[in-house]
């Protein structure tokens, strides 16, 4: 027998089917799973060995809803997620990719959505866009000595402002012409034909264009007829993939659109997957309608559409008047069209727009995502070191003033140094606990790789294995580990197509292997660490090094006890791009540091 590349000795082996766990030894030749043993397994002098008594050997975790499209072109390992046990990612969503558009228009599609630094996305691109199609696209994804693997949606708004141009397709006046649909619906084919898994589009408004040509305008999906939305849908059907969607809500009832299109009565069913699934502050009912929704479609509708669910707490920083839930409303709006501090302050204080966003604040049934409660709104971080820690409801109250007044006076006083965080959803630890085992529901919405100041959850898997983990060392347990595990791998790669999120053998050698004695409640803690490929700036992460002894892909150690090996995403290269549909157990040659020669 050839000596093998790597053997993980006597760990709790997880294959990602959802069976329970055995103790078991796994080797890996060529980049597969050779064998999973009770007995040991001969190691030779050039042999691997990651020993893993008393840990959990599990499939790396799949990412089903990142934006790494900019970020994967200048920082190809994709660290941030890859030392937290994912081993395979998914880019194009929310209507958003880098494949047809120009520099300039994708710039202006990512950067205010996403909340990324819009000089670094335009530069990253001008830099490396030397594509035009999506084999294109795919070719030069796999020039770059990538961590992770890579699938990707391709994004609605990017092909819809490829075709028809962005001032056009921006445009509430202008529809795609026939030609146009077509040329859309062609574009999509070329895709596919890459192995693209499928579309992904946006209907909702409150996603705006950055720049200074359309600015503040919404997507350009949102303009789409619903006869284009089904041409796409059609396309998608006939080739078996995947729309992936974020509804309007503002209206919401463009939800069932996306539950008929997944139906299967009297044709194919289509593959949906929906943001968001979600027991959130402002509206805590809605979580009972995401089960019967899911079984309507798929049990009579006899479809197949899935909910996208953040498994933890979902909770995010702000830097004064940056974030993304000011979107909602028109006044939030106004003040985050203007890029400038002194603009800004100058609208802020204006006693009209205080009226205004007074008005827009208190509105009882108005479409929300935000609670708009500043008695949960907390400083964090401020010049005047009085003000931290306190919540910005109890410093009005100090005040004598509005919350609304006290917000926007502290916004004014500090600027972007006025730090603060508050919950979206998730706060509530029982129903958190039902949702995620409720019919529909599926492991989804990280946004690794956007909103760099506002949130990290790169860890997302980690985070419901840790509460998996103490629910059961308590009296409360809501979930067996090889459920999670399966909820986190292979339910995934299943869902999209896409060979991942197993590890039986033959498969490719995927792996992570987590210590449960390292997992705690350092996995919610906040850190922060710079981002060199975007300047500098520093952004959140998460740091629980403890909880992930190793990470393998396509069967080799990336990362290991909080290190990763030398060489990883700048010359050696481990990931690939995932085709949807292909083979099981595909692999590539991994790409090696080339030796340095003496002088």
């Given amino acids: 027998m050839n000596e093998l590349d790597l053997v993980i000795n006597g760990g709790t082996y997880f294959d990602g089917t959802g069976a329970p766990g055995v103790v078991a030894n796994v080797s890996i030749k060529d980049g597969r799973v050779a064998a999973v043993s009770p007995d040991p397994l001969p190691v030779g002098p050039d042999t691997t060995v990651v020993e893993a008594a008393g840990q959990w050997v599990m499939p790396g975790f799949v990412d089903a809803h990142t934006h790494y499209d900019a970020e994967v072109q200048v920082a190809p390992g994709l660290n941030e997620s890859v030392r937290h046990g994912v081993t395979t990612v998914l880019v194009g969503n929310c209507s958003l990719s880098t494949v047809y558009s120009s520099p300039l228009d994708i710039a202006d599609l990512f950067s205010r959505v996403e909340a990324l630094p819009r000089t670094h996305v335009l530069g990253s691109l001008e ?58 619906e062609r574009r999509l084919e070329d895709a596919l034909d890459a192995g693209f898994l499928g579309i992904s589009t946006m209907t909702n408004p409150w996603d705006k264009l950055d720049g200074d040509r359309y600015r503040s305008r919404s997507l350009p999906s949102t303009y789409s007829s619903w006869k284009e939305f089904r041409g796409l849908s059609r396309v998608l059907r006939r080739r078996d993939r995947v729309l992936q969607g974020v509804p309007n809500l503002n209206k919401k009832y463009d939800i069932a659109f996306y539950l008929a299109t997944a139906t299967g009565l009297f044709r194919k069913p289509l593959k949906v997957s929906l943001l968001a699934a979600a027991d959130t502050k402002a509206e805590p009912w809605v979580q009972r309608i995401f089960e019967p929704l899911a079984f309507l479609a798929n049990k009579i509708g006899r479809g197949r559409f899935t909910w996208q669910h953040l498994p933890t707490t979902f909770r995010v920083w702000a830097d004064g008047i940056d974030l993304v839930v000011f979107e909602e409303f028109g006044s939030g709006r106004e003040a985050l069209h203007l890029r400038e501090e002194m603009g800004r302050n100058e609208l802020l204080t204006d006693e009209a727009y205080r009226r205004w966003f007074r008005r827009d604040f208190d509105k009882r049934f108005s479409p929300r995502v935000w609670h708009r409660d500043f008695d949960d709104a907390e400083i964090t971080e401020c010049p005047d070191p009085a003000l931290v820690g306190m919540m910005i409801g109890d410093v009005a109250r100090q005040r004598g003033i509005h919350p609304v007044d006290c917000y926007l006076d502290l916004v004014v006083e500090h600027g972007t140094a006025l730090r603060w965080k508050t919950n979206i959803a998730n706060t509530r630890p029982e129903v958190q606990d039902e949702l995620i085992n409720r019919y529909g529901i599926t492991i989804g919405f990280s946004d690794a790789g956007a909103h760099l100041r506002n949130m990290a959850f790169y860890n ?75 300047g500098n700036m520093s952004r959140m992460v998460n740091r629980n090094d403890a909880a992930v002894s190793a990470t393998v892909v396509s069967g080799e150690v990336v990362f290991e006890r909080g290190e990763f090996v030398e060489g990883y995403g700048r010359t050696l290269g481990t990931g690939r791009f995932l085709r949807a549909g292909e083979p099981r157990g595909t692999v590539a040659p991994v790409r090696r540091p080339e030796p340095v020669v003496a002088q």
Avoid: C
Avoid at 149 to 158: C, M, N, T
Avoid at 460 to 467: P, S, T
Avoid at 492 to 516: E, K, T
């Fill in 127 to 184: 830099d490396a866009k030397t594509w035009s199609t999506p084999q294109g696209w795919v070719d030069a994804l796999e020039s770059l000595p990538l961590g992770p693997h890579v699938a990707s949606f391709l994004g609605h708004s990017d092909v819809r402002a490829s075709v028809m141009g962005m001032g056009r397709s921006t445009d509430p006046a202008q529809k795609a012409t026939r030609g146009e649909q077509r040329e859309i």
């Fill in 460 to 534: 997302f898997g980690i985070r419901l294995l840790n509460r998996v983990h103490q629910a059961q060392s308590g009296r409360h347990p809501f979930m067996t580990v090889e459920k999670a595990i399966f909820k986190l791998t292979g339910e995934l790669g299943d869902f999209y197509g896409i060979d991942a999120g197993r590890i039986r053998v033959g498969d490719r050698a995927d792996f992570v292997v987590v210590d449960p004695a390292g997992l705690s409640d350092e996995v919610d803690s906040y850190h922060e660490a710079l981002m060199p490929e975007f």
